[in-house]
């Protein structure tokens, strides 16, 4: 019998929609035939204890509750971690490293390491550019346009990314596949509609909106809020998840109260950390969720794959990598991104929404982008890599798996 492919996976942070997705897919292609995958990844990976899959978790751990050293060990780990996982490669045999987390800051120096090794690269692309840099943007940005080149496959999540990929990188459409993001599952809610939203003390006589996920600059929320104030007595607004890069919770609150927000009236805070059991409730007591990004956002969003799988009706700014699927199958209300005028259209649309959820539609996205495909998408891929070093023996995988 022949020897399978071994393919070392890494993911480099604790969580967050990244971490979710490479739980998802890994998930989903342990077992299959002629595959043997390892994720390394640090120690406190979020989905350690919920793991199914071979794990090794031996990357040098980044978190740290002090923020200068957790700033101090990111760097660090820039350029220890990428060497770990090449030596655990090469201590399993696995032929492939596939990078859930890009370090291209630092690929001028693993990258001699890799091919030393003898390694096949390949890499998931979630976010094909960046838009700011660690230390000097300019030669960053020249690294991680080499280290897609060096990749023998890189996975993208939608046609607009493999071209935006092909365009940025100067790489060959051959080497790039589209795997679209799965649908993001957390289970039932805990109670109905009514209940939850007496435990969570929200107004039973208004719509409410859900803006989830991390709070982030490019994600609007401010511009969010002055858009609500004409319909704040029809509208209620829960903000779920944790400040990032910089946003003051604060800061939102003082604009909500001059705005004549009040709280418990018209929104309810809830900025930690959303535990994975409440997120299901707070999908199911909302009427619909607001995406309301900027043009600055270039990624793909694990929350509106969360919105599929619970069926929630979204309020999405018109961006080629979420936009784009809302319309397509009807789930929601699309408007331009940055404009108050067109935010406040978009809300006095969806409001007024009768037919909303198009159950179709979530049933559509959900067969054609189930995890199950998007994993036979994933290791189709790695047979012709390790097939075309002939350094490395052919395996039964080679033959495809269907």
């Known amino acids: 019998m022949a020897d399978p492919i071994r393919v070392l996976h890494y993911f480099a942070f604790p969580g967050g929609g990244i971490g979710r997705y490479c739980h998802e ?105 960046r838009s700011q840099g660690l230390i000097w943007y300019r030669y960053e940005i020249g690294q991680l346009k080499k280290l897609y080149r060096m990749c023998d496959a890189i996975f993208v999540h939608s046609t607009y990314q493999k071209n935006d990929l092909i ?86 609150k003082s604009l909500a109260e001059g705005l004549g927000l009040c709280e418990g009236i018209n929104i309810k805070w809830l900025t930690y950390y959303i535990p994975y059991e409440e997120v299901p409730n707070l999908f199911a007591l909302a009427d619909w969720l607001a995406m309301p990004y900027s043009s600055s956002f270039t990624s793909q969003s694990g929350v509106l794959n969360i919105a599929i799988a619970q069926r929630l009706p979204v309020l999405v700014s018109d961006l080629p990598t979420v936009g784009e699927l809302v319309r397509r199958y009807d789930i929601g209300v699309s408007i331009p991104p940055d404009n108050l005028m067109h935010l406040r259209r978009g809300i006095a649309k969806i409001l007024d929404c009768r037919d909303f959820p198009n159950v179709n539609g979530f049933e559509q996205i959900a067969r054609l982008n189930s995890w199950e495909n998007n994993a036979k998408i994933t290791c189709s891929t790695y047979a012709p890599i390790v097939a075309a070093d002939p350094s490395i023996e052919e395996t039964g995988l080679q033959a495809g798996i269907v």
């Open 25 to 129: 897919l890994l998930s989903h292609m342990v077992g299959l035939p002629g595959l043997e995958i390892e994720l390394a990844c640090i120690p406190s990976y979020h989905y350690r204890d919920q793991a199914q899959y071979p794990i090794w978790p031996g990357l040098r751990e980044i978190t740290h509750p002090w923020p200068l050293r957790r700033r101090l060990r990111f760097a660090i780990n820039l350029f220890v971690n990428p060497l770990r996982a090449i030596r655990r490669a090469k201590q399993t045999g696995a032929q492939i490293i596939h990078l859930s987390t890009i370090p291209h800051v630092t690929f001028a120096l693993w990258s001699r390491a890799l091919k030393k090794a003898n390694l096949r690269l390949v890499a998931t692309a979630h976010d094909v550019r």
């Open 167 to 252: 365009d940025f990188a100067g790489v060959s459409a051959e080497k790039v596949h589209i795997v679209p993001h799965g649908p993001y599952y957390h289970g039932p809610p805990q109670a109905d509609k009514e209940t939850l939203r007496r435990r969570y003390g929200i107004p039973l006589d208004k719509q409410v909106a859900l803006f989830f996920g991390d709070i982030r600059p490019d994600k609007n929320l401010d511009l969010f809020l002055r858009a609500m104030v004409p319909f704040k007595d029809r509208l209620f607004l829960v903000v779920a998840g944790q400040a990032k890069q910089g946003i003051s919770i604060p800061r939102l």
